[in-house]
């Protein structure tokens, strides 16, 4: 195997795939350093904006790109109101109700994705997509715009948490909600612009994974590992870390190929999140300790 086949058929995928986890894995970050839980709904929640996707496309016959924004917007809407109907009233108690809390949220939004749309595997559109050729590197247009669309999703949002005064308190309630409280910071308004910034990019990984391959009502959940793998990877609480940490679980599952059968890839996420939890729990990038 030559330099050019390993880049196109491992480095390539694998990068296009750990910008879809990176979109996952700053949402969790993000829920954990604010909300303090891992929040197990975050790949159904990925699910139901792929789908919602779908619905757009099929419903108003147009380009799935244009689709993606509308799938954002309601699936941020969607997470908002989960909080508000199923982890408000649990915010005083411990944290490991509120993780059973959101077990249960997401066999309840896989069943809704199940009747709506169906079990049977579905596309945003048919067809064979041929990469086109620059240099010798095989590249689609798609797998350029998930990589696109992921700097520039996650580099809007370091803008607003570094240059805008929610985006401040957002980091202010992760470094010391107590502090931040007695600030005066409006905890309510915080925790919904958390869930808004979660919900939105789940859209976007349930999406980038759909159109690089295809829409499964199962999907998010074959994707919860590899996203907080990464998360932790990379230092949980830091968006930055999450991104990084999405690049090497995706580059290491496409690379694994080479020595183990390609079913067995997702094993790569487990082997990277248990070391990390061994050697390193605060991650690559120094995050909060779990």
């Given at each position: 195997m030559d330099i050019l086949e390993l880049v196109n058929f491992y480095i390539i995928p694998g990068i296009v795939l750990g910008s879809i986890y990176a979109l996952g894995a700053v949402g969790i970050t993000l829920v954990f350093a604010i909300l303090r839980y891992a929040h197990l709904a975050h790949g159904d929640l990925a699910t139901l904006g792929a789908f919602v996707a779908l619905a757009c496309v099929t419903a108003l016959g147009i380009s799935p790109l244009l689709a993606l924004p509308m799938a954002i917007v309601a699936t941020a809407a969607v997470a908002v109101g989960i909080d508000k109907v199923f982890y408000e009233h649990l915010r005083n108690r411990p944290k490991i109700v509120t993780v059973m809390a959101s077990l249960g949220v997401a066999l309840?939004?896989?069943?809704?994705?199940?009747?709506?749309?169906?079990?049977?595997?579905?596309?945003?559109?048919?067809?064979?997509?041929?990469p086109e050729d620059y240099f010798g590197l095989r590249i689609r247009d798609r797998e350029f715009y998930t990589v696109f669309a992921m700097l520039l999703l996650v580099g809007g949002l370091q803008l607003f948490l570094t240059r805008t005064k929610w985006g401040k308190a957002m980091r202010a309630m992760s470094d010391n909600p107590n502090l931040a409280l007695l600030s005066g910071i409006d905890n309510k308004k915080v925790v919904m612009l958390t869930w808004l910034v979660a919900g939105g990019l789940c859209a976007a990984a349930g999406y980038f994974l759909g159109l690089n391959t295809e829409l499964k009502s199962l999907m998010g959940w074959s994707m919860l590992l590899p996203m907080f793998a990464a998360a932790i990877l990379g230092g949980v609480g830091r968006v930055e870390g999450a991104v990084l940490g999405g690049l090497v679980v995706g580059i290491a599952e496409e690379l694994s190929v080479l020595w183990i059968p390609s079913e067995y890839k997702a094993a790569m996420a487990f082997v990277i999140l248990l070391f990390m939890l061994l050697v390193r729990p605060t991650g690559l990038l120094k995050g909060k300790v779990l």
């Open positions: 309840m939004i896989r069943s809704v994705i199940q009747v709506v749309w169906g079990v049977d595997t579905q596309t945003y559109s048919r067809g064979i997509v041929r």
